[in-house]
C-alpha cells in the first residue's frame, strides 16, 4: 500500500466511530491475456489502472507529472519487456489549460513476458512487480503497490483469457499505418512541420512527442492541402538540440468514431522529404483535442461519495455522545419547550434554527480549511503525505488526541458548563446562536474526531468537502431536530454517566491504531536513526500531555498549575525538537543558495553547474536527494571536476524561484538544470533521476 492509501485507509476505519473514509483513487492489478504459461513462449501481462472518475495517470512523456513504471521480480531465466503504451489524451485542468498527456478512466499497459524454455510444467509459477505512478486531479499523489498475479505452467498451448484480450484490443496501440501514407519532417527556428500525405491522411490529428522535443502544452496549428497535411509544432524551450529525429505518436479520430494512434519516427530535414516509419490502430475513445479528463460511469464512483457522507453523518451522531456534549441534549430541548409554551411548531422552529446555526458553523470550519487549501496547492499541495515532517507532526496529533480521550488529561473542561447555559437564549434568533455555541462548546470534545476529518479535507475537492462538513454537521444537530419533534422522546434518554467516559476511553484505541500505521509510514521515510528519535520525541510528547493533565485537575493550587504547564511546555519543546525528521546530510556537498546572479558569476568562471530546483514538500525532490547524492560515483565526479551546486529551496512562496521556473516553462518541482561551459543552454533533466542520468548529463559535452 502506498502512504496515501494507508491513511486513507485508517481514515476510513475512524469514520465508523466519528469521522469519514476516503477512497482510493487508482485501484492496480495484473492480468494476462493467457489463462496458462507455456515454457519458451511469451505471455502477454498488463497493469490495469482503474481510476476514479476525474483522476488520471500518465503516458512516457507526461508533460507536468511522471510516467506510470513496473519493476519486476520475475522468475529465474525470465525476460520482460518494456511497457507498450497505448495512444494517450491530453490532460485538462478545470480551466481548459492542458497539464499533460495520459490516461483516465481504466487503462492496460502491455507488457511481454517471456519464460524460459528448460522451465517446468506441471506446477505455478508467480509473477511480482513493482508499479509505481503519479495519479492527479486537482492534487498529485504519488502511488505505488506490489503486485503478483499467479498462473499454472503446461506444456501444451495457452488457452485465450478472452475477457482480457477483448479489453486489450480496445486499447488504442499504436500499429502500422497505410502503406500510402508517407511523414516527413523539417525544423525552421523553434518550430517543427511535420507532414503527412497520401490517400486517408486523418483531418484532425494531434502530436504527442515521446521524447519532449514538442512542446506538449503548445498549440498545434494545422493546415490541410491536396492530399496533404502539415503540423506545425512548437519546438520545447528545454529540447535537446541535437535531437535529429521526431518521435512520437500521430493521434487521430476516423470517421467512425474510432480513436488511433500513427507511431511517428521522422528524420528531420532541411527539406523535410525524409520518409518515416508508421503505426496505428483503433479502438473506440475521445478525440486527443477533446478534454483529455474522460470520467469513467460507473457506480463505484458515486457509491464512493455517498458512503464517506454516510460515515460523516454518523461521526457527527457520535458526537453527541462526548460528556461535554451528551448532558446539553436534555437541557436544551426543555428549553425550546418552555420558551414556546408546548406549541409543537414552535419547538420545531426552533430545532430547525439550532440545525441551520451548527450547519453555519460547519461551513464556515469548510470555508477556512478551502482557503487554506487554496493556499496550499500553490505549493504543490497533495505530497504532504509523502512528507516526513507532515506524518511525524500527524502522528504527534493523533497521539496527544488519543491520550486525550483515554483520560490522561481533558480537552474543555468547562465546556458541559457552557452548554448547559445554551437554554438560556431567547427567540429563534437565541436558538440559531446556539447552534453557533454548541459546535464551539462541542469542538473540545470532538476534536480527537475531527482531525481526521480535517486532514482528509485538505486532499479532498472543495465540493466534497463542503458536503462532508455538512453532513458532520446535520449528524451533530440529528438528534436535537428530532428531539424537538417529539419532545417527550426525551424521557428516553439515557441518564449521563460513567459509561459515557467508558465510551470515550474506548474511542481511543482506532487513534492509537492510527498512530501505530503512521509511525509504520515514517519509518520508510527517515533512517533507522531517524526512526529512534521520532520514537523517543513521541514519548517525552506523551510524559508533557501528562504532566498538563497531572497538574491541571480541578483542586490543584494555583503555583502547582503554573508549573505543570510550563513543565509541559518544556517536554513539548524537547519532543518535538528530538523526533522532528530532519533531512539527512545527503553528500559532503556543499549547497549554496541559488540565484540567476550567482549563476552568472559561476558561468563566467567557466565551471559546470548542477542547479536544483526542489521543496521540502515535494516527495520526488526527496528521493531523487536519497538516490543521486548518495551515490559514490556522483560524489566523485562533482568533486574531481570541481561541479558548483546550487540548490532553490522552494519550500515557502519565493517568487524569484517561482518566476525562474516560469522561465522554462514549468510550474512544479524537481527541476534540476546542469550547465556545462562548452554549451550556451543548459541540459533539463528529468524529475526522476538517477546517478546514471546525472553523470550522462555531464558526460554529454
Known sequence: MTVFRIVRAVTAALLVLGSFAARAQVQASLVAADRSVQPGHPLTVALRLDQQPTWHTYWISAGTGYPTKLEWNLPTGWTGGDIQWPTPVMIRNEQGGVTGNGYTGVVYLPVTLTPPANAKSGGQVTLKALAKWLMCADVCIPGQANLTLTLPMSSQSPEPDTVVRAELAKMPMPKSAPAEWRISANRTANKVLLRISGDGAPTSPHFYSEDAFVQ????????????TLTLTLPVSDDADASTQIV??????????????????????????????????????????????????????????????????????????????????????IVGFVNQTGNERHKVTMHGLAFTLGVLLSFWTLAGLLATLRAGGEQLGWGFQLQSPVFVFGLTVVMLVFALSLSGVFEFGLSATGVGSSLHKSQGYGGSLFAGVLATVVATPCSAPFLAPALGAALVLPTLQSFLVFTAIGLGLSAPYLLLSMFPQAVKALPRPGRWMETFKQVMAFPLYATVAYLI??????????GLLMALLGLTIISMAVWLYGRYQQPGTGALAARLGFVGCLVLLFVGLTLGWPRAAAPTDM????????RVAQLREAGRPIYTDFTARWCATCQANKKVVFASDSVKRYFRDHNVATLRADWTNADPRITAELAKWHRSAVPFNLVYLPANAEPKALPELLTPGIVLKAFDAS
Open 590 to 597: 556543499v549547497w549554496e543558495p541559488w540565484s540567476a546572479e
Open 216 to 227: 506538449y502544452d503548445g498549440a498545434q496549428q494545422l493546415t490541410a492541402g491536396p492530399n
Open 247 to 332: 518521435r512520437g505518436v500521430l493521434a487521430y479520430t476516423d470517421s467512425t468514431g474510432a480513436y488511433h494512434g500513427v507511431l511517428v519516427n521522422a528524420p528531420l530535414s532541411a527539406a523535410g522529404a525524409a520518409a518515416a516509419g508508421i503505426h496505428d490502430s483503433g479502438s473506440e475513445s475521445p478525440s486527443p483535442s477533446s478534454t483529455g479528463t474522460r470520467v469513467a460511469t460507473s457506480d463505484g464512483g458515486t457509491m464512493g461519495l455517498g458512503l464517506t457522507l454516510l460515515f460523516a453523518l454518523v461521526g457527527g451522531l457520535i458526537l453527541n455522545l462526548m460528556p461535554c456534549v451528551f448532558p446539553v441534549l436534555g437541557i436544551k
Open 520 to 529: 509504520w509510514v515514517l519509518a520508510g521515510q527517515v533512517s533507522e536513526n
